[in-house]
C-alpha cells in the first residue's frame, strides 16, 4: 500500500533526542527554545512560541488576544475541528463563511458581510498548505480592526507573494506527526508582537512568569525537549521536503485525468501538505476510494462533514448558515499521496490507478 502520509526520520532526529535522554532534562527547555529561534527564522517573524499541539496553539493565541464570551470569530467551516473547538475553548462564538470552490479556502468575498459588532477576529485556515488570500484578509482586518490568526497548522514554509505564512497575523502552526515537517505532538504560535509573545508563554505554562507566582490563568501547554529534538531535526529539511512535494504535485497535475486536479494561482506558494483532487460527481467517491485502495493506493478524506454540520456544533445551535459550497466539497474531495517520501514507480502507479476511475 503506498500510504497517505509518511513521516521521514533521520539519524540527525535520532542523534538529537538521545542528547535529549543523555541531558537527562526531557521537559521544555534548551532544546524548545533553539527550535523556537529556527521556527522565527523559517517564518520570518521576530518571535516564535512552543506549545504541546496546533490545537493548544489556537487555543492560546485566542486567549492572549482577549477573545471569550460574547466575541464573535469568523473562520471556515472546511476545516480540521481543531480550528473551530478552540473558538468553542473560549467562550466565543464561530461565524462560518463558505470557501471558494478552487482553492479550498475561505472566500474572501464573503467575509464583510458576515462581521457585526461583536466580531473580534478572523481565523482563516491555509487548509492542505495553500495560502488564504491575505492581502485580502489583512484589508479587511484593518478597516474592521480585528484581528487575524493564521491556522497554518497544515502550511508551514507556504508564501504569498514572497512573505510566509503566520507572518500577517499570528500563526498557528502543527508538528503533528503527518505534518510537513512533525515533532511527532507538538505546536507553534508566531508573531512580531513580543507582548503578546510574552502573554503565550504564560497562558502556556499556568500563567507564571516567577516560578509558583500565578499572574493569570494558564494550562500545561508546553512542549518537551523530547518532541522539540525531533522538530529540530527535521526543520533543517524543510525546503528540501518541500521542494518533493512541489515536484510530485507537479507530476501529477501534469498527468491527471479523470479527476479536477487542484490548481494554485500566480502569487500563491503551495506547500502540498494535501494533494486533493475532486470526483465530478459525489456518488462516483465511495466507489474511487474503494477502488484505489484495492489497487494499493492509499487515500484520505479531508474532511467528509463540514465543522457546521459537526453534531456538537448543532446542539451548540451554530449551524444556522448553509454553506453550500464547503458543503459540495465535503462529498467530492479524495487526497491522494504527495509525500517526499513516493519514490518514481510510486507516481507512477498513483496516475495509472487515477487515470483508470
Ligand atoms: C487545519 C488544522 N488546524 C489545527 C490542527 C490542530 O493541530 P494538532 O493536531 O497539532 O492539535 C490541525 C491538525 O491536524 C489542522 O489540520
Redesign the pocket.
Known sequence: MIPISCPLIGDKEKQLVMQVLDSGMLAQGPVTARLEERFASVCGVEFAVATS????A?HIALLANGIGKGDEVITTPF??I??VNSILFVGAKPVFVDVDEETFNINVALIEEAITPQTKAILP?H?YGYPCDMDAIMDIARRHNLIVIE?S??AIGAEYNGKRVGSFGIGCF???ATKNIMSG???MITTNDGELARRCRMIRNHGMERRYYHDMLGYNYRMTDLHAAIGLGQIERLDEFTAKRRANAAYLNARLKSVITPKVRPGYGHVWHQYTVRVREACQRDDAVKRLGDAGIGTGIFYPVTANKQAHLIEMGFNVAKMPVAEQLANKVISLPIHPGLEQADLAAIVAEVNKL
Do not use: H, I, N, R
Not at 499541539?53 to 493548544?56: F, N, P, V
Open positions: 499541539s496546533g490545537t493548544s489556537l476545516t480540521f481543531a480550528s485556515v487548509l491556522d497548522a497544515q502543527s508538528l503533528y505532538e507538538g505546536g
